[in-house]
């Protein structure tokens, strides 16, 4: 129960400020080090919160989880019998499906 009111007093601390992205920064990096959270599924929680500084940390969070999957990938390569078929379903450059 604790995990909750600390994630709690970090979302209300980022409601008290109206500019600047510095804040939400640092308090994601806090939520992203509580390593008992379910991060994405939290960050899809904030998107449907009414303030702003809230929704923007959805995006926040998104992009340093979607950052760690990336850098992982290469690894995935390297280990002998993963079913590893990585592919996207978008050409990047076209924006056709492959």
Do not use: W
């Not at 601390?13 to 806090?30: C, L, S, T």
């Amino acid at each position: 129960m604790q995990h909750c009111t600390t994630m709690k007093k970090i979302i209300d601390e980022i409601k008290k400020i109206e500019h600047g992205f510095k804040h939400i920064v640092q308090a994601g990096d806090r939520i992203l080090a509580a390593k008992t959270q379910k991060h994405f599924d939290l960050a899809v929680k904030f998107l449907a919160d009414d303030t702003y500084q809230v929704r923007i940390m959805f995006f926040y969070l998104t992009i340093v989880i979607n950052q760690r999957l990336l850098l992982c990938i290469p690894h995935l390569k390297q280990i002998p019998g993963t079913l590893y078929e990585f592919r996207f379903p978008l050409n990047l450059k076209t924006g056709d499906s492959i």
